[in-house]
């Protein structure tokens, strides 16, 4: 069954996200986020397998570092059309900027400035 589909797995994912924003990830307990979703700690942990996949599956679930990515690739093309890139560092005419086929851009690894904490 996929992840849309499910509504207990969304039920977690929404529960998560609502105690994370009030409390913080570090202070809201995984008991905490299956008692709002009404659900079992164990089905939470046979989700996600713990608080950190819960996380990283609210993150996905919110689609905001998609639509960030997006924009950034957006901005790296058209600063790089405004400087006027030289002959040699030009991309092949019509290409477009992508994060993984241009030397200039490094990826860059997004992880969460605080700690996971335990549940």
């Keep these: 069954m996929s992840a849309q589909r499910n509504p207990t797995r969304q039920r977690l ?4 996200l ?3 924003a009030v409390q913080g990830v570090t202070d809201t307990t995984t008991r905490q986020i299956a008692e709002l979703a009404e659900v079992n ?6 989700h996600f397998g ?3 996949g819960l996380l990283l599956a609210v993150i ?9 990515g997006q924009t950034l690739i957006r901005q790296a093309n058209q600063a790089l059309l405004n400087q006027g890139m030289n002959r040699e560092s030009r991309p092949p005419s019509g290409s477009k900027l992508h994060p993984h086929s ?5 990826r860059t690894r997004l992880l969460p ?3 996971l904490g335990r549940s």
């Design 41 to 46: 700690e164990v089905t939470l942990f046979r």
């Design 113 to 115: 400035p605080f700690s």
């Design 18 to 20: 609502e105690l994370f």
């Design 60 to 68: 996905e679930d919110a689609g905001v570092f998609a639509h960030l």
């Design 50 to 52: 713990n608080k950190h």
């Design 13 to 16: 994912i929404h529960a998560a």
């Design 102 to 106: 241009h030397p200039k851009v490094e």
